[in-house]
């Protein structure tokens, strides 16, 4: 008896770990999901093949993967133009200039999005501590992390990845 509750424990806990590690990725349940594929809400929908197709490793790694590139490393963590931050994959604008300030921690930081709507916040349980994730709403890419260590008005710091964005600077 004791044999067979071990095995269904195991069963139990591969399948739930399974679950929680496509949760959020997406077309990762739905395998036949076009990547021209939209909701009402404008979510985007795409299998890991197409992310594959149309990101970089490090993009794909960062955003559909949840990784972390390297601190003083990204293209835009020191960047000091004017301008709007956009998910690299899907082009919801994130961020703006006006927001972004220097927090020495080797990533872009930003103490409030353009607008909350277009940003999503997870319990991130990684790596042995609870954080907040931030995530983009439209697709779903990991933009990186958010604590409340940042500077007035909000006391936020959106620390982001770059390889999660893109800039577009203003004219």
Avoid at 11 to 38: H, R, V
Avoid at 160 to 167: E, I, L
Wanted: aromatic share 10%; net charge positive; charged share 25%.
């Amino acid at each position: 008896m004791k044999t067979a509750t071990y095995i269904f424990l195991a069963i139990f806990l591969s399948n739930l770990m399974a679950c929680a590690q496509n949760k959020g990725k997406e077309g990762a349940t739905n395998p036949n999901t076009n990547s021209n594929t939209k909701t009402m809400n404008d979510t985007v929908v795409k299998t890991d093949e197409e992310w594959k197709k149309i990101l970089t490793p490090e993009q794909y790694r960062v955003t559909r993967e949840a990784g972390t590139e390297r601190a003083f490393s990204g293209a835009l963590w020191d960047n000091k133009k004017k301008g709007t931050y956009y998910c690299i994959c899907c082009d919801n604008p994130l961020f703006s200039s006006d927001t972004k300030f220097e927090s020495s921690c080797g990533w872009p930081s930003f103490f409030a999005p353009l607008n909350k709507e277009h940003v999503k916040e997870n319990v991130d349980r990684g790596f042995g501590m609870v954080r907040t994730e931030v995530v983009c709403n439209r697709c779903g890419a990991h933009l990186g992390h958010v604590f409340e260590d940042g500077p007035k008005p909000t006391g936020l710091r959106y620390c982001m990845n770059s390889a999660s964005m893109k800039f577009k600077e203003d004219k």
